[in-house]
């Protein structure tokens, strides 16, 4: 399901500037990712036989082209909390595929995503790599992938999804969606983790449509790309790290995910 309230922004025609600005910003990146993924992949090898689903180093690799990321399309973040330390999950609002970058540059994490996205090309390729965790959206999946959820967490890996389900314009938080609450509940896990809300908030570069980093409903990614690495001016993200839930203090998924919300509400 697509959030769709508000019609696409029409996209601005690119001039020859805009062109260089595209072609500066992206190629550093290129050769960032051109380097760093092949060795990422490699280390792998060692870091899986040695110790398993637990990764010390390539986490790193991942950070640390999400900074320069966000560097390169000078997209300037604010941090506002800290991520914290004890065992668990993060889950926030969804605004842009912004997010991925702003998020993972600020934590060492893996993300939750639709199975859809193991498809999408480049996408996909790098968020197999990277260690993302794919759902599917079927009933008779959902044991399994609990089940996969609770041994990533056991494994100490911190998890974020977006209870959203779909990314909108950055203008509201839509109602959290429960079922991946569950893996929180369950005997082994319950008493030993925290869910940390964290809220992003967007700020467009002057002149632009407010809703400039927004991606939602039918938009194609790569014009909405261009648009953002053309912009002569950038804007800003803030990201507000709320104070973590324990999970033990919530009677069922319901109400941690209503808690969750509530939060990300108050920083959205």
Known sequence: MIW??????????????????????????????????????VLRLPERAIWGLNRPVTPWI????????????????????????????FVANH??????FVLNASKRLYFVAKA????????????????????????AAAKAQQQQMEARLAAGHKLLFFPEGTSTDGFQVLPFKTTLFAAFFTDRMKNILH??????????PVGDDAR???????MAFGPHLLQVLASRAQGCVTVTYHAPL???????????????????RSGA
Do not use: H, N
Request: aromatic residues 10%; positive net charge; charged residues 20%.
């Open 116 to 139: 859809e996205v193991r498809g999408w090309g480049g996408i996909g390729w790098l968020a197999r790599g990277t260690g993302t965790l794919f759902i599917a959206r079927r009933v």
């Open 4 to 41: 769709q309230e508000q019609p696409p922004l029409p996209a601005r025609r690119l001039g020859p500037l805009d062109w260089l600005r595209v072609v500066a910003r992206v190629l550093p990146l290129l050769v960032i990712l051109a380097i760093c993924f092949p060795l990422l992949l």
């Open 212 to 218: 400039f980093y927004g991606w939602w409903g039918d």
């Open 246 to 264: 324990k999970v033990a203090d919530f009677i069922d998924r319901k109400a941690l995910a209503a808690a969750a919300e509530a939060a990300v």
């Open 62 to 89: 991942t950070q640390g082209v999400c900074i320069a990321a966000c560097w390169l399309l000078a997209v300037r973040r604010e941090v506002i909390g800290r991520p914290m330390v004890q065992r668990g999950a």
């Open 195 to 204: 869910v940390q809300p964290v809220s992003l908030r967007y700020v467009a």
């Open 95 to 100: 605004v842009s595929w912004l997010d991925i």
